[in-house]
T-cell receptor, first 112, second 114 residues
């Protein structure tokens, strides 16, 4: 499937590193989402962007910084992460005002 | 706060049997209830969804029922096959002008034994 893509698929980083996750959607959607999926936990909504504006920020630590330069691209900038931030980070998209979300394949992040 | 409870956390059935997964939600404003299937190492895939204006929806071997009064909804899979083995997530959400907000359940790991 190529509707929602994410890069990289795997990332290992140290606690002092700075890295970015990228999401791109080819579905003509204009709302995009970041989720965190940890083992034994439900998917946790982190950020919602609609028409490139952040409309939801679910008490996420400032070491996670999202960016949405246009309706097709979404980034998650990472800096000074903790080992407990290791998880699968999933991006999703939908049409504005629609509730049906489509997920990307995720980035498996490991923080050493 | 908003919460979705999903049960059971694991479910093992024999091929050909039925499987039922149940979810309850807390936010009475929720009006959209999707179910996602996530195979190992893959993305969550939407398999069926239901909106609050209907009580039941069916798509081949999969059906979902909704009880708004009790705030619970269920996924029913009939004639299960080994390829149905995966983790299933329910979610409850609502639409607002900017997009949709989904709250997910904890997931059910379904194992279908041949």
């Amino acid at each position: 499937e190529t509707g929602v893509t994410q890069t990289p698929r795997h990332l290992v980083m140290g606690m002092t590193n700075k890295k970015s996750l990228k999401c791109e959607q080819h579905l003509g959607h204009n709302a995009m989402y970041w989720y965190k999926q940890s083992a034994k936990k439900p998917l946790e909504l982190m950020f919602v962007y609609s028409l490139e504006e952040r409309v939801e920020n679910n008490s996420v630590p400032s070491r996670f910084s999202p960016e949405c330069p246009n309706s097709s691209h979404l980034f998650l900038h990472l800096h000074t992460l903790q080992p407990e931030d290791s998880a699968l980070y999933l991006c999703a998209s939908s049409r504005q005002g629609s509730d049906t979300q489509y997920f990307g394949p995720g980035t498996r992040l490991t923080v050493l | 706060g908003e919460n979705v409870e999903q049960h059971p956390s694991t479910l093992s059935v024999q091929e050909g049997d039925s499987a039922v997964i149940k979810c309850t939600y807390s936010d009475s404003a929720s009006n959209y209830f999707p179910w996602y299937k996530q195979e190992l190492g893959k993305r969550p895939q939407l398999i069926i969804d239901i909106r609050s204006n209907v009580g039941e929806k069916k798509d081949q071997r999969i059906a979902v029922t909704l009880n708004k009064t009790a705030k619970h909804f269920s996924l029913h899979i009939t004639e299960t096959q080994p390829e149905d083995s995966a983790v299933y997530f329910c979610a409850a959400g609502h639409t607002y002008n900017q997009g949709g907000k989904l709250i997910f359940g904890q997931g059910t790991e379904l194992s279908v034994k041949p």
